[in-house]
């Protein structure tokens, strides 16, 4: 006999963007105990990024739900005892180390197409690994170099072997140095009792479906997909399977599924208010960001500097569970400059500046300088409250 699932849970809105915020840790009591390590076991990616303006979008995530921790712990938290690996989950990501065995599926698919882009020397792969076994960690560099040219596409050898290896899941990045991939051969790396590839791709999507549902809160297929970038339909295949329930919100016009847990209690506490990366996963899937907040966001780092509208980086501002504005930063000596910021109002601007002095202050900076505010008007209040704040 079939078993039926059980019937929709129906939500507002409201109550989806609340379950969001409490999912991604921006709602209620941060748990300050469990840390750094706390807030990627319970998001279960977090992105990593070349730009670094503020600081880098890695520590920028566990900034906004745990405040000014220190820069050295959160890369301590990520690195110190393997408590993590980097590897292709919605982009380039930091993920819990004990989802190692979870994206076997990825590794055998990778092993599957072995010749990629990029025509590999007959012995490099061969001798990348056997210097690794011999000498390692070692950076692209140490192992002969990482680029043939000085275009930044143009990988040595060397480069594109240990990157096949990483992809293979034969080597890990064990650290960053200087931003560069410090790599270990992964039987040295990951612990013993995980180092296996035996779950079948099912079990390994099934795992991922639950745990995007959970730091999601609440999402549709596409969101829960995109998370770990699945296709629609691995996640179709195993969500009836993952402990996901159905729910349909309002507004949202799809159906859509949520963690049980997130369904059990109201969302209720204190609203985080802080400056968000661009590749928060709060923020980081434009449709789903719209849906929730009526907030268009893109990264225009990559656009060209006549065509972008909000700046480099702009940085969404949290504030009251909204999203009530942008900011677009950058650091002079030991003053953090506002570029351009856009508000939605004069009532966002205690809140905008509360982010930026708080931000200021985590990064060793003493002064804010507002250059461009979009609504003239809202200079003099900024003005004023950012004075107070700095004292």
Known sequence: MTTLPPPATELSADEARRIALRAQGLLGAPDRRAGVRGVL???????????????????????????????????????????????????????????????????????????WNHALP????????????????????????????????????????VERALMYGEVVCVERRGWKRVYDLAERAIPAPLLHDDLDDAECVRRLVALAGRALGVGTRADIADYHRLRGEQV????????????????????????????ETVPRGRHRTTLLSPFDSLVWERARTERIF????RLEAYVPKQKRVHGYFAM??????????????????????????TLDGAGAAPAAARALTEAASWVDCVDV???RVEAPELREPLTRELARLLG
């Not at 990616?45 to 880098?56: E, F, G, P, Y």
């Not at 009526?294 to 966001?297: A, I, P, Q, S, V």
């Open 41 to 115: 076991r319970h998001l279960g990616a977090v992105q990593l990024d070349t730009i670094s303006v503020l600081a880098r979008s890695h520590e920028l995530i566990p900034y906004a739900r745990l405040g000014a921790v220190g820069r050295r712990t959160v890369e301590d938290a990520y690195w110190k005892d393997t408590r993590s690996f980097e590897y292709w989950s919605h982009a380039a990501c930091l993920l819990p180390v004990e989802e190692w065995p979870h994206f076997a599926f990825r590794r055998r698919a990778h092993r599957d197409r072995p010749h």
């Open 122 to 161: 007959d012995g490099v792969y061969e001798q990348v690994v056997g210097q690794l076994r011999a000498e390692g960690p070692l950076t692209a560099t140490d192992l002969g170099g990482a680029k043939r040219t000085s275009e930044w596409w143009d990988w040595s050898g060397t480069k594109i072997a």
């Open 236 to 263: 179709d295949a195993v969500i009836a399977d993952s402990g996901l329930v159905p729910v349909t919100v309002a507004g949202w016009g799809r159906p859509a599924w949520a963690d049980p847990a997130a369904l």
């Open 294 to 297: 009526g907030f268009t966001h």
């Open 316 to 341: 969404p501002v949290l504030a009251g569970g909204r999203l009530v504005g942008r900011v677009d930063p950058a650091r002079e000596g030991r003053t953090l400059v506002v570029k351009q910021i």
């Open 369 to 371: 300088r507002l250059e």
